[in-house]
């Protein structure tokens, strides 16, 4: 019966569906935009430096001092493979150094590292421009595109480094350049040297020590899960840190701009609300003397409730599942192909070390958040319309 009234001015019922369904397209396509961005932001920020969860020795964060650092050892090893959310961990060796070649010199950010995980996790043989990638057992080093530029130098060439290993030990040593690297984040790009994760500890004398391990799930919705359980193997020797803590401004970042995106999806939802306020309003008043004869007979109002109700429900729910229909296909391309950037833009989401693309998502949270959103809108849209069929004088409507 609901179903069929709603159909009796196809008109209006048309015009109600195809502006909920533009809101829910447009929420959807934003939302989708937004989410797809943030993925890609905190992809390259965990990828890139802290991984989805950081194990490190207590007090090594708040100093970054290659005092603070830990052995890499087999009972470590077995209690990350034996973890089923981990996908795989890498070692690294973080800290400074001067590189030094003829009359340049420049303070750089030296990460050893293992080059055959490194690779598998961020491609870094494919941001090569000159010369070739680092093997395990190499003794030389890859430079970063801005930093051999400052230095001037290039492929086969040699640069000095100084700086402090373990426990104030001076480390110094000549490195052949096996490689020239184009870094995403050109804060890196300007400072970076990285090379094996072997002769990182033969040069900082470290032994068979480690600053960090970088772990990458499968899982990265269920963070705090796999900390209790590593903190449950695992000393108090170590600190187990997440990305969002080890990444504050990404987080505060993407919290602020989340606000804004809400607020305006809000307001769009406020102005279709009262559109299916209005049509609801309606829908009612040009029905109150069909409402009274069905009283009058024997009808009770709480039936008439009820069918107002899944009237409401049903021109919402045709609207979402239009607007998840038609959306889903468009939204699933441009997830699988980004909007690539170009000019300042694409520059600016470099300078924050960002991929100059817009990717989108296609989470499921997303399609279920504006359909109970919609849901949510039609039942508020109802309840003056009810409270009116609850109040009105039966005798006057069937006189009107």
Known sequence: MAWRNIWRNKKRT??????????????????????????NMISNAVKFSSGHIQIHK?????????????????????????????????PRIESYALASSGKHTKGSLV?????????????????IIKGDYLNSNDKAVVVAEKLAEYLNI????????????????TAAAQYKVKGIIDFP???????????????????????????????????????????????????DEYEIMPWPEMNVELVQAIQSDSIGGIIMLGILYVVIGFG???????MTMERKKEFAVMVSIGMQKLKILIVVIFETLFIGLVAVLLGILISYPIL???????????????????????????PFSINAHIFVNQTLTVI??????????????LRFNIMKALRS
């Open 185 to 235: 984040i050109p804060q890196l790009n300007n400072q970076l040297i990285i090379m094996p994760l072997a002769e990182a500890k033969y040069y900082y004398a470290t032994d068979n020590q480690i600053t960090s391990l970088s772990l990458m799930l499968k899982d990265a919705d269920k963070v705090d899960a796999t900390i209790a359980e590593l903190k449950n193997s695992l000393n």
């Open 332 to 358: 699933y391309y441009f997830y699988q192909n980004p909007i690539p950037l170009t000019g300042e833009l694409a520059a600016t989401y470099e300078t924050f070390g960002i991929d100059p693309i817009i």
């Open 276 to 282: 299916v306020f209005g049509t609801i309003m309606m």
């Open 58 to 90: 207590n007090g090594y964060w708040e100093n970054k001092s290659l005092n603070e650092i830990f052995k890499d050892t087999k009972e470590i090893d077995e209690i990350l493979k034996n973890n089923n959310n981990i996908e795989f961990y890498i």
């Open 376 to 389: 949510g809108i039609t039942i508020l849209a109802v309840f003056y319309p009810l409270s009116m069929i």
């Open 154 to 169: 290039s492929v086969n060439d040699t640069i000095v480094m100084l700086g402090q290993g373990y426990h104030g030990i």
């Open 14 to 39: 048309l015009l109600t569906i195809f502006s909920i369904f533009i809101a829910v397209f447009l929420s959807l396509f934003t939302r989708s935009m937004q989410i797809g961005v943030y993925d």
């Open 111 to 127: 990460i050893g590292t293992d080059p055959e995980k490194e690779n598998e996790l961020n491609k870094y043989s494919q941001k």
